[in-house]
């Protein structure tokens, strides 16, 4: 599977920003999709994943209640809507894949990522 993430860019603290990720190569509807980042000198880290059908969401405790992953299995994209963006926030943002469930470890096929930059 091929995984595209955009829709990056430099932002303000509070602002928001739609991540998009389109898939390609693989029955998107098959596939159980999730968030990465890396933050500067920082390892990768799961942000967010959803269930084939988007009956099932799981988030890091870091940005529960500020981030929504979701799914168009129509149109084999997913996003990830941020919102009250803040400085630690600050990473470039991948999406990935897994066929058995929403453990980090489960995740494959990482896209290119995207930049997202929040500033003061």
């Known amino acids: 599977v091929q995984l595209q993430a955009s829709g990056g860019g430099l932002v303000q603290a509070g602002d928001s920003l739609r991540l998009s990720c389109a898939a390609s190569?693989?029955?998107?509807?098959?596939?159980?999709m999730g968030w990465f980042r890396r933050a500067p000198g920082k390892e990768r880290e799961f942000v967010a994943g959803?269930?084939?059908?988007?009956?099932?969401?799981r988030y890091a405790d870091s940005v529960r209640g500020r981030f929504t992953i979701s799914r168009d299995n129509a149109k084999n994209m997913a996003y990830l809507q941020m919102n009250s963006l803040k400085l630690e926030d600050t990473a470039v943002y991948y999406c990935a894949q897994s066929d058995y469930d929403l453990g980090s470890s489960s995740f494959r096929s990482w896209g290119q990522g995207t930049l997202v930059t929040v500033s003061s």
């Open positions: 959803i269930t084939r059908t988007g009956g099932r969401t």
């Open positions: 190569g693989r029955t998107f509807s098959m596939l159980h």
